[in-house]
């Protein structure tokens, strides 16, 4: 079973997507978005939900530092209800409370990238990190 990791934001959304067996999460794509245009990309994630055969989102949930809910995350969460709505797969929502810091921080310190080649691929490595974290914990039930 493959699932699909998006990390939401209001001008891309990252996407990784599991290994068949759920163990490992690879980085697929950054998908342009536009919130304010209401323009979510959605033909592209069809593309790869059937391309991969996703049968499972996870997406990410920018939680305040404090643990409520603020108006980022109350995006991602209606991002993650239209994707139920369209695709009808189950959508598990993970905490991402610093992964994009921790996605920047490993770009710097172990590929030495310029913030431009950063901006490129922040959002698919987040994606990433939230798959991966979501894996390794269903893995530790």
């Known amino acids: 079973m493959r699932i699909m990791g998006l990390d939401v934001g209001s001008k891309t959304v990252g996407i990784a997507v599991s290994d068949p067996m759920g163990w490992t999460a690879q980085g697929i794509e950054i998908i342009p978005i536009d919130e304010e245009k209401e323009e979510f990309g959605w033909q592209r994630v069809k593309e ?9 989102f996870v997406v990410g949930l920018p939680k305040n530092m404090n643990n409520t809910i603020g ?11 239209k994707l139920e709505e369209l695709f009808h797969l189950p959508v598990t929502y993970q905490d991402e409370r610093l992964t994009t810091v921790q996605a920047e921080r490993m770009l710097i310190e172990q590929a030495n990238t310029s913030r431009a080649k950063r901006k490129k691929v922040i959002d698919k490595l987040a994606a990433v990190m939230i798959l991966q974290n979501y894996l390794d914990f269903a893995s530790n039930k």
């Open 48 to 56: 790869l939900v059937e391309l991969y055969e996703v049968e499972h």
């Open 71 to 81: 108006p980022r995350a109350e995006s991602s969460m209606a991002y993650g209800t």
